[in-house]
C-alpha cells in the first residue's frame, strides 16, 4: 500500500492564523463596543432622576453606570394627554410607521412588478424615471409638497406625514430588480394557465419575494421613523405630532432636559428596533443573497 502523503501545517503558519483569529476578534469587539455603547449610555442616563448629574457624567465612564436607578423619567413623561403626553407622540409615531410601511409594500411591490413583468411600452424609459427622480434631493420638494397638502387641508393629520412617502423611487427599483431576477418560466406557466397579471403577482411573486419584503420594511420604517423636518412642518398640535419632533421640545433655550429627553430616546428606540428583529433573517438573506449573485 503506498503512503499518502498528507498535507503538514507548519508551526509557523498555525502561529499567523491564530494571530490571525486575535487580532480578528479584537477588531470586532473594538466595532462591537463602539456600537453599543452609545446606545448603553442612553440607556444608563435614562434611568437617572438629575439631568445635571446627566450632563456632568458625559465624557467620563460614570456615564455607562448608575447607582440609583430609577424609572421616575419614564413615569413622568409615559403619559397620553398633557404637557408631557410622550405616549400619544409614541402612539403617533406607530400608526405612521404602520401605515406607511403596509401600504408602501403594496404599492411599490406592485409597480416594481408590473415594471419587470408588465406589459407596457416604453418600460425601460420608465425604470429610467423611476431611477432619475431617486436622484432629486427630498428637500428640494418639500416646500411645494408643503404648499399642496395645505391646499388640500391635510395639515395636522396623519394622512400628510404617509401619503407622500407611500411611492419610492428607491423601493420600486428594490422590487423591480428582485422580480426581474426570478425565472421567467414562472410567469409563463401561470400566464399559460390563465392567471392574470394580478394573480400572478398576488400568489406567486409575492410569496417568494419576502427577502425584499422584509428589506423595504425595514429601511422604509426607519426612513418613516426618523421623520423630522416634514413632520416639523406640517403639524402644528399634539394630535399627529410624532414622537421625534416631541423629543426636540426638551432642547430650548433657556435649558435643556437631559433625563427626559434620555428616556424619551429610548421609548423611541424601542419600535425600530422590534421591526428589525422581527425581519432580520430575510433581510440578512436578502443582503447575502446579492453579494452571492452580484
Same mark, same amino acid.
Given at each position: 500500500m503506498s503512503d499518502i502523503a498528507l498535507p503538514r501545517v507548519l508551526?509557523?503558519?498555525?502561529?499567523?492564523?491564530?494571530?490571525?483569529? +486575535?487580532?480578528?476578534? =479584537? $477588531?470586532?469587539?473594538?466595532?462591537?463596543?463602539?456600537?453599543i455603547s452609545p446606545l448603553f449610555m442612553l440607556l444608563i442616563a435614562s434611568l437617572k432622576d438629575d439631568r445635571f448629574q446627566i450632563l456632568a457624567d458625559m465624557g467620563s465612564f460614570r456615564a455607562f453606570w448608575v447607582s440609583n436607578p430609577t424609572f421616575s423619567n419614564f413615569n413622568e413623561i409615559a403619559h397620553f394627554s398633557g404637557e408631557l403626553a410622550y405616549g400619544r407622540y409614541l402612539f403617533n409615531s406607530l400608526v405612521i410607521l404602520t401605515v406607511t410601511v403596509a401600504s408602501g409594500l403594496v404599492?411599490?411591490?406592485?409597480?416594481?412588478f408590473v415594471l419587470a413583468w408588465g406589459s407596457l411600452r416604453g418600460k425601460a424609459v420608465l425604470l429610467s424615471l423611476v431611477v432619475a427622480l431617486y436622484v432629486?434631493?427630498?428637500?428640494?420638494?418639500?416646500?411645494?409638497?408643503?404648499v399642496m397638502m395645505s391646499r388640500a387641508g391635510l395639515t395636522d393629520t396623519f394622512a400628510?406625514? +404617509?401619503?407622500?412617502? =407611500? $411611492?419610492?423611487?428607491?423601493?420600486?427599483?428594490?422590487?423591480?430588480?428582485?422580480?426581474?431576477?426570478?425565472?421567467?418560466e414562472l410567469y409563463e406557466a401561470a400566464e399559460i394557465d390563465g392567471a392574470s397579471i394580478f394573480r400572478i403577482y398576488r400568489s406567486i411573486y409575492l410569496p417568494l419575494?419576502?427577502?425584499a419584503l422584509a428589506t423595504v420594511s425595514i429601511l422604509m420604517g426607519i426612513e418613516s421613523w426618523n421623520q423630522y423636518l416634514w413632520p416639523t412642518l406640517v403639524t402644528q398640535t399634539d394630535y399627529a405630532r410624532p414622537i421625534a419632533v416631541a423629543i426636540a421640545t426638551f432642547f430650548g433655550q433657556d435649558s435643556i432636559y437631559w433625563d427626559r429627553a434620555m428616556a424619551a430616546s429610548v421609548l423611541m428606540m424601542i419600535p425600530i428596533l422590534a421591526l428589525y428583529l422581527a425581519f432580520q433573517r430575510w433581510f440578512v438573506s436578502s443582503f447575502v443573497g446579492s453579494a452571492v449573485k452580484g
Open positions: 508551526p509557523a503558519e498555525r502561529s499567523g492564523k491564530i494571530s490571525f483569529r +486575535i487580532v480578528q476578534t =479584537v $477588531a470586532i469587539f473594538i466595532i462591537g463596543l463602539v456600537v404599492v411599490n411591490s406592485m409597480a416594481g432629486i434631493p427630498q428637500e428640494s420638494i418639500i416646500m411645494p409638497l408643503v400628510v406625514q +404617509i401619503l407622500p412617502w =407611500v $411611492a419610492s423611487p428607491l423601493y420600486i427599483f428594490l422590487f423591480y430588480q428582485f422580480f426581474a431576477q426570478l425565472p421567467k419575494s419576502l427577502p
